[in-house]
């Protein structure tokens, strides 16, 4: 009788449990956008630096980000219900750490970009936000064997499968990366 009693008690609890993870973790993701957004569009964010390509790279890696959420559809701009614009507003690149001789061992590159995301049929913003990040990178060595990590996963070198090429875009990419997380982050967290 009474192991009778604990196996219904395991498979309440058991129940229960499941509700309420399921339960959390739909409210969690669907809970945070505003109920009448049902897409968004991110049209190509404007570069007022002169460093070439980082609109594309930006723009594609936010809508990757937002597809691997796959909690709100991409569409084109005219049938959006909001929109997400931004530009990148400055970029710098220079000495981060040196050596014992005070000599650079790696160099970080910068990003700073503005973002909005745009409730198209209240015309409001639903946030505006300033996003800054960096990568960082050796001009001496190749990013397989720098020493460094490179894109912040906690892997170096020969441990790092994706630590390899021009060590300058390999930075760029960690940057843009970074902002990119950040500002879909704030998109699921807004509301």
Do not use: H
């Amino acid at each position: 009788m009474i192991m009778e009693l604990k196996r219904r008690l395991i498979k309440i609890t058991n129940l229960y449990l499941i509700f309420v993870l399921f339960g959390c973790a739909y409210y969690s993701m669907a809970g945070s956008i505003p109920p009448n957004i049902r897409n968004v569009s991110v049209p190509l964010f404007v570069n007022q630096t002169p460093e070439f390509e980082l609109s594309e790279k930006l723009t594609n890696v936010i809508i990757e980000q937002i597809s691997e959420q796959n909690i709100i559809k991409i569409v084109s701009s005219p049938d959006s219900d909001s929109i997400i614009d931004g530009e990148i507003v400055s970029v710098s690149d220079g000495p981060y750490a040196f050596n014992n001789n005070e000599q650079v061992s790696e160099y970080r590159f910068s990003i700073k970009v503005k973002a909005i995301w745009l409730d198209v049929s209240n015309d409001k913003a639903l946030f505006e936000k300033d996003f800054s990040s960096f990568g960082t990178y050796s001009i001496d060595s190749d990013p397989s064997s720098d020493g460094i990590d490179n894109d912040n996963d906690g892997l170096i070198d020969s441990n790092d499968s994706d630590e390899f090429g021009d060590s300058r875009e390999l930075a760029i990419n960690v940057a843009i990366n970074k902002i990119a997380v950040d500002i879909v982050n704030t998109v699921l967290s807004t509301w």
